[in-house]
């Protein structure tokens, strides 16, 4: 079974930056495709970015392109979330999640994945 623990959100300014953390344990990290995905009060949840399993990939939503960047540490069996440019839109619950020997579209579908942190909440002022 695998874990996942998310951290790192928190209030910032508009404009500012945050980065997430993804920390996984039970399973080595490193055969597993994961993403990252928002949902704000009221909306459903909303693809945000993922790397494949071979790390050779990654993915975003288009509202993110060209300001966050995820990235992963097999040592630390971490994925981040880089955030830069922050919008108060950007505010929402964050959650990572994991799909073993995953690669492609498929991992814009929250549906394929199997395991799931708790979540971290981001919020940008404005």
């Known amino acids: 079974q695998l874990q996942l623990v998310e951290s790192g959100g928190g209030l910032v300014q508009a404009g500012g930056s945050l980065r997430l953390s993804c920390a996984a344990s039970?399973?080595?990290?490193?055969?597993?495709?994961v993403g990252w995905f928002r949902q704000a009060p009221g909306k459903e949840r909303e693809f945000v970015a993922a790397?494949?399993?071979?790390?050779?990939?990654?993915y975003y939503g288009d509202s993110v392109k060209g300001r966050f960047t995820i990235s992963g540490d097999n040592a630390k069996n971490t994925v981040y979330l880089q955030m830069n440019s922050l919008k108060p839109e950007d505010t929402a619950a964050y959650y990572c999640?994991?799909?073993?020997?995953?690669?492609?579209?498929?991992?814009?579908?929250?549906?394929?994945?199997?395991?799931w942190g708790q979540g971290t909440q981001v919020t940008v002022s404005s």
């Open positions: 790397i494949s399993w071979t790390s050779d990939n990654t």
């Open positions: 039970g399973r080595t990290f490193s055969s597993y495709a």
């Open positions: 999640a994991a799909k073993r020997w995953a690669i492609g579209a498929i991992l814009r579908s929250q549906f394929a994945y199997e395991y």
